[in-house]
């Protein structure tokens, strides 16, 4: 079955960084774009980064604007795996961070990773 599992997270200060993981299974990831969202406490989930299949190539990478030129994403098709990287992490960057794609109108989550960013 259809498996995304997320690893990474953590407690940090504020200005460091993390790198998130998510390791697809059960489908064939590298057809597939991936995005990263994020949920904080008393919020909606909202997108994070986005990132096309590889037969896409030519399409740009997406980033919510209050993470831009701080949240790097990217993928190793070969792993199937998606990662995001977060520099310069903030206190409002906390929150549990989930990977995600759609098939045929279905979406798929995995369980999410804490990340709290705190002094």
């Known amino acids: 079955q259809v498996q995304l599992v997320e690893s990474g997270g953590g407690l940090v200060q504020p200005g460091e960084s993390l790198r998130l993981s998510c390791v697809g299974s059960?489908?064939?990831?590298?057809?597939?774009?991936m995005s990263w969202y994020r949920q904080a406490p008393g919020k909606e989930r909202e997108v994070v980064a986005t990132?096309?299949?590889?037969?896409?190539?030519?399409?740009?990478?997406s980033y919510a604007d209050s993470v831009k030129g701080r949240f790097t994403i990217s993928r190793d098709d070969a792993k199937n795996t998606v990662y995001l990287q977060m520099d310069n992490l903030k206190p409002e960057d906390t929150a549990i961070y989930y990977c995600?794609?759609?098939?045929?109108?279905?979406?798929?989550w995995g369980q999410g990773t804490q990340v709290t960013v705190s002094s």
């Open positions: 995600n794609f759609d098939r045929w109108g279905t979406r798929y």
């Open positions: 059960g489908f064939l990831f590298k057809l597939y774009t």
């Open positions: 990132i096309p299949s590889s037969d896409k190539i030519g399409h740009a990478l």
